[in-house]
């Protein structure tokens, strides 16, 4: 039957999952709604070789300009750049990556679970620039402690005051002794290498995590296929009353009406829904007064393969087994001291790094034979690693609505402007020339290196764009997530973000939703919300 | 038989799900029809595989894979710059020696250093995931991995 909710949760990924499962869990009834599919993944994926597959992996052609993550296997689990077009300008590419289906990016996560620190909360304060969080990380740090449980986070708590110690399950994997040199080498120029810190099981998503148990409580109505067109406001009180949404496969509109609404639909989408929920009251988006929402866009910069070496003792000709294999976690060590800006830049970078395996046969020169030779001798002889750095958020990186763009289902679409700079070119360089040395310190050959970033949004950690503050005029939520103007709307997502560091922001997105989940029911029990 | 027996036979045998059935793919058994290239140009493709990933060891190369041919098919449903890359790069190459220089991340802007680049990356990936160089491997589920089917 047709109802007023109590909350209705737009986006079932990290954000809105953990909305619905806390939420529930607190005997809150929430309706829960997802612009794609609920999907068994069993049912939904077979094993099939390669040969098999139209292309033979090679993916379809131009299917996914800008997913460069989609190989053939998976190609239909992105979502459709045709059915979800935007737009960028002509010399600044972005790269929008989306999955929709219930679960969202969650299905396909790298799991990587790193905590953010007062590095980040405090960025304003280490060195100067831009805005702190309205957070600190001893506010957060008691929802990471029961987050990092559920999603069975592994790694190592090795005191790192950059990167705090968690709940983790621990990781007593040994180096391997490639690894091991390349740890040495670092170390002896003080920078801190740990082991990976990354979530287990079988999916980890909200998918199988959350969900399930939000529905079991019997408080969840979950609409799958429910594509959010605007959050509706009251216009005597001014406060938001609803969501009206279109069915993905029949086009029918719809709309729920909800005391109080949260939205958690990723970055960019959170802000081309409230961008898209215009009215007299609020007629360039809901609750953006002050032109804030869209702005202050970022992510973080990923040098792919910024190094690709050999470890010359693992070549088959020198019949050495078992000298590599494993991976680490570069710690950051850039501009930890308040102040600095160490080679032209703020802030920092860390890397991720692996060894064993073949390199990519593009590196090897020649053809034929040798090349062939080559390749057979180095197939566990390989060690590369990947730049992941800190973005500054910039007023002028901003996400508007295309009136002119719409999708499949008549939803104007966004213009998304993001533009990297010299401190983001500089850091890329910098992790270049560390990681080459770092690589003849531990006497591995060096392939190539080079400080290529990916287009802004290929990291898929998009950021920002709705972020929370203390000040009313520089920020659209305050310091529990919830708009300045609009009382009873939230914003959980990484749209929420002020700075985000180098780490990946998932752990810090469940974190930031539970926390302010908890909060609404306080004050729903109050009766103050 | 008498024909009652054999319909008894019938109904007793356990019924056949589709993917019991034993298939193969149209590589195997069919030769494929050029999409894009002319003869000409298909046949100079065939001798630069061949000379990329020749017959080695008892194992198949590019030749045997049939990657000009996948090639002709893939770069038909490519964009014009990917063919015209391809088709300039055909009619201006017929020796790998800008091979021998050292793959690096800035792109040439010379056309035949584009196209040996270009050719030598997707004449590997088509040989490597050919049906005849994964059999020949030994590798156990080597180039299989999940497929997830269209959503509705």
Known sequence: ?529 | MKRRHVLQALVAAPALSAQDLAVVTPDSVAKPRLHFFTEKEIENLRQLADQIIPSLGGKPGAKEANAAEFLDFYISRCSKEDQQLYRQGLASVSSLELLDKPWTYQEPTDIPSRFVRRLKEDVLRATFNSQQWIASSGRRGGGTNYYWNPVD
């Open chain 1, 1 to 529: 039957m047709p109802k007023t909710f109590p909350v209705v949760i737009v986006g079932s990924g990290a954000a809105g999952g953990m909305a619905a499962w806390t939420l529930t869990k607190l005997g809150v009834e929430c309706c829960l709604l997802d612009a794609g599919p609920l999907i068994d993944i069993e049912k939904q994926r077979e094993l099939r070789p390669v040969y098999d597959l139209p292309f033979k992996g090679f993916g379809t052609p131009g299917r996914f300009p800008h997913v460069t993550q989609a190989s053939e296997f998976d190609e239909n689990l992105w979502a459709d750049e045709k059915q979800n077009p935007y737009s960028y300008p002509k010399d600044d590419p972005y790269y929008w990556v989306r999955i929709r289906m219930v679960g969202g990016k969650m299905n396909r996560w790298g799991r990587a679970s790193w905590r953010l620190s007062d590095m980040e909360f405090k960025a304003k304060d280490h060195d100067g620039f831009g805005e702190n969080w309205p957070v600190s990380y001893a506010e957060i740090a008691p929802f990471y402690d029961r987050i990092e449980p559920i999603f069975k986070v592994q790694g190592r708590n090795e005191g790192i005051p950059q990167l705090p110690d968690g709940k983790l399950l621990p990781d007593e994997s040994p180096d391997s002794p490639a690894n091991k040199r390349f740890i040495d080498a670092a170390a002896k120029r003080g920078i801190r290498i740990t082991k990976p810190r990354r979530a287990t099981g079988t999916l980890a998503s909200s998918l199988n995590l959350l969900l399930p148990e939000a529905l079991e409580t019997g408080k969840l109505s979950l609409v799958p296929n429910a594509v959010a067109r605007e959050v509706t406001v009251d216009p005597k009180t001014g406060l938001a009353n609803g969501v009206s949404f279109i069915d993905r496969r029949s086009k029918r509109e719809y709309w729920v009406g909800g005391e109080r609404i949260i939205v958690g639909a990723s970055a960019l989408e959170s802000v081309r829904l409230l961008l898209n929920s215009k009215s007299p009251r609020w007629p360039n988006g809901l609750g953006n007064s002050n032109d804030i929402l869209g702005r202050y866009l970022f992510d973080q910069i990923y040098v792919k393969n910024v190094v690709q070496a050999i470890v010359p003792e693992a070549r088959a000709s020198r019949k050495q087994r078992g000298v590599t294999g494993g991976a680490g976690y570069v710690c950051r060590f850039r501009n930890l001291k308040p102040g600095q800006s160490e080679n032209g830049f703020i802030r920092g970078y860390t890397l991720d790094f692996g060894s064993g395996g073949a390199p990519n046969p593009r590196y090897l020169k020649g053809y034929g034979e040798s090349m062939l030779k080559e390749l057979s001798d180095l197939q566990s002889a390989g060690f590369a690693a990947t730049t992941m750095g800190e973005v500054l958020p910039r007023h002028e990186n901003v996400a508007t609505i295309n009136p002119n763009l719409k999708d499949a289902w008549g939803i104007p679409s966004l213009n998304i402007q993001h533009r990297y700079t010299d401190n983001e070119h500089k850091m890329a360089e910098d992790s270049r020339q560390v990681m080459a040395e770092l690589c003849h310190e531990a006497g591995f050959e060096l392939l190539e290196s080079h400080a290529q970033m990916v287009p802004p949004g290929e990291s898929i950690h998009e950021l920002g764009g709705c972020r929370m503050g203390s000040d009313p005029k520089k920020s659209m939520l305050n310091q529990w997530n919830q708009s300045h103007e609009v009382k009873n709307l939230f914003v959980l997502d990484g749209s929420s973000f002020v700075t985000g560091g180098a780490q990946n922001p998932t752990l810090t997105i469940l974190s930031l939703s539970m926390r302010a989940s908890e909060y609404l029911v306080e004050k729903m029990k109050n009766k103050e919300l």
